[in-house]
């Protein structure tokens, strides 16, 4: 049973990954979209790719979720549009570096904190309300394993998903007394473009990161928003933590050597 056509999602990081796929199977069950990211070729490209599935309409907006001027303007955008916000996917996020944090940087530090934590802050406070006035709405956040489990030198990417357990936790709280549900879908190891971006576009060494893994992709993980999003109003998934068969812990992984086991 499909119980979301009709609606409308917005989805942050629709440009790559987890967010693309999930745009993309979103608009398959017939769901409106509004898809968001910094890079305007890429959504303007998914949009032209994705217009017309199961007749949905797709709308693009360039936007740092940092910057929260910004955002608070997309949500006016949004009411001039006439667009009543049924879902958000709270997807845009981004790992910098694997460092020590005596030898981290700063900067690395803020891209994660300002996207992870305070980007998925600006965009849930600048909707939510409409939400709560029409109790009625899904907000799904994307954490992770390493919100539950630290690894080694994971420091503050690790901090920012345990942020985003804890936001998700909290804010069910705060909608006592409403039907909007938050949710939170946590993955192990998916190939995206997530480790490119943490090595700052070294290819190599973050193809070796996938290397032998039978790693999840971005449709299993559309695969398990679309679950959530589709259950009973009266029903409210927590959190899904979903790994990789081969993956049991962020330290416990079957990898094939390299070569086929020569
Ligand atoms: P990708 O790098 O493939 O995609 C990340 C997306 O986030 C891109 O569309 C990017 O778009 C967007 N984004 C990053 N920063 C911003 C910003 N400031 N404003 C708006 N959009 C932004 O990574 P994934 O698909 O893997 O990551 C998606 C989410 O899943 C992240 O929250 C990540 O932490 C989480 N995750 C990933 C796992 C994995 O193993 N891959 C496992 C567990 C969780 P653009 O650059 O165009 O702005
Ligand atoms: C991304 C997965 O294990 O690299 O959240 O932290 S991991």
Redesign the pocket.
């Known amino acids: 049973m499909n119980r979301i056509r009709g609606k409308t999602a917005i989805v ?9 796929a999930t745009a993309r199977s979103l608009a398959d069950a017939g769901v409106h979209t509004v898809l ?4 305007s070729d ?1 959504l303007e490209s998914l949009a032209a790719d994705i217009a017309g599935r199961s007749g949905t309409e797709v709308r693009t907006r360039v ?4 910057d929260r001027a910004g955002v608070i303007a997309f949500a006016h955008w949004l009411e001039r549009e006439g667009v009543t916000v049924d879902i958000l996917i709270n ?5 910098r570096g694997l460092d020590t944090v005596q030898e981290g940087t700063h900067d690395d530090w803020d891209d994660m904190i300002d ?2 934590i305070k ?1 998925l802050l600006n965009v849930t406070r600048a909707l939510l309300p409409g939400m709560i006035a029409r109790d009625s709405g899904h907000v799904v956040n ?5 919100g539950h489990m630290v690894y080694p030198k994971g420091n503050v990417y690790c901090a920012t ?1 345990y942020a985003v357990r804890a936001l998700t936790e909290a804010i069910n709280i705060d909608l006592i007394g409403t039907r909007v549900r938050m949710s939170s879908v ?5 190939e ?3 480790s490119l ?1 943490r090595f700052r576009g070294d290819a190599q060494r973050a193809a070796t990161v996938y290397e032998g893994v039978d790693s999840l992709m ?1 449709e299993d993980i559309a695969d398990a928003i679309l679950f959530v999003l589709n259950t009973r109003p009266r029903m409210n998934v927590l959190n899904m933590l979903v790994m990789p068969t081969v993956q049991r812990s962020p330290f416990v992984m079957d990898r094939e050597p390299v070569g086929g086991g020569q």
């Open positions: 942050t990081g629709a440009t790559a990954g987890i967010g693309e968001i990211g910094r890079r890429r936007l740092d979720v940092r997807n845009a996020g981004l790992s996207t992870n980007g994307l954490g992770s394993i390493a998903k946590d993955p192990g190891m998916v995206t473009e997530f971006v971005p």
